[in-house]
């Protein structure tokens, strides 16, 4: 197996299934998928039990009880728990294009990371995909999009991206490459180094700050936001907070005027503690 994928969720599991539907269509089945769940209740497990069931999937659900928002302490729990050298980042509710797995593998490099691209939904949109529509490939077809209620954007090109096509606007893309939660991929022994995610971050740019230390250990980012792609589907926000969102800034701004390479606040806090694991399958575990 080449690449772990890491999908976070938190009491979505009707966007989660869909989820696991992109990637039980995608183009190779040569990857894992880590489920970081900041706390979901019965649903999810069981929607996952499902899907471990139903496809090929090979699926780990690493969870933790809710106390309120830790998607960074759960991400860094997901990445030990993680089998493999290379690791993707998504969430449970961005649905992959089917090559969207081959391309991270395909476009991965030493020392440097990818940054990868979304298109957003309206919720009308979101509503309308089912099962068929992701193993079919129509969900992310133009055409498709429009006629369910996406207001067509430049941003429709991502959709058009080929390898050949793709790599020439990625090129042409100003914007920086950055580290983003809902499509990023880099090497496991960097985000080590790099003590994974700060757990000081709470909701609003949380992703951003490990690119950003990444960065200054020399990892470079690469833009391949036409090549790499997902659906990100709509849904309420109920973590936004201006106190957190001032947290956030006073760690991405000392991360920046220290050229910081590894936070103190990281994953090896949990190293030698004991993670609620559990493994779905034909054959049920306890976990």
């Known amino acids: 197996m080449s690449l772990s994928v890491i999908l976070t969720t938190y009491n979505s599991p009707e966007w989660l299934e869909n989820v696991l539907w992109g990637y039980a269509a995608q183009e ?3 990857f894992e998928i880590v489920i970081a769940d900041d706390g979901s209740g019965p649903e999810t497990r069981a929607v996952i039990d499902r899907m471990g069931s139903e496809t090929d999937l090979t699926l780990l659900h690493v969870w933790h009880e809710d106390r309120g928002f830790r998607k960074c302490e759960i991400l860094n729990k997901a990445i030990l728990a993680s089998s493999n050298d290379y690791l993707v980042f998504s969430d449970g509710d961005c649905i992959p294009r089917r090559d ?3 391309q991270h593998r395909r476009l991965r490099r030493s020392r440097h990371f990818l940054s990868g691209g979304y298109i957003k939904l309206p919720l009308a949109t979101s509503n309308e995909i089912t099962r068929e529509h992701i193993l ?3 969900v992310t077809d133009p055409t498709w999009l429009r006629d369910h209620g996406l207001k067509p954007t430049r941003k429709m090109l991502r959709l058009l991206g080929g390898s050949r096509l793709g790599r020439l606007l990625d090129a042409m893309t100003p914007t920086r490459p950055t580290w983003n939660g809902h499509n990023a991929s880099a090497w496991r022994e960097d985000l ?13 740019g949380l992703d951003r700050e490990l690119g950003e230390r990444l960065e200054n250990a ?3 980012g690469v833009q391949v936001r036409h090549r790499a792609v997902v659906l990100h589907l709509d849904h309420p926000r109920g973590y936004a907070s201006e106190e957190g969102v001032r947290t956030n800034a006073q760690v991405r701004e000392e991360t920046r005027r220290t050229r910081r390479t590894r936070t103190a606040d990281g994953l090896d ?3 030698g503690t004991e993670l609620i694991v559990h493994r779905p399958g034909p054959a049920q575990s306890s976990g």
Not at 192 to 204: C, I, P, T
């Open 136 to 138: 079919s490939g129509r």
């Open 192 to 204: 080590l180094a790099a003590n994974g995610y700060d757990e000081r971050m709470v909701w609003g």
């Open 28 to 30: 190779t089945s040569d």
């Open 269 to 271: 806090r949990h190293l």
């Open 100 to 102: 969207f797995v081959a």
């Open 218 to 220: 020399a990892v470079r």
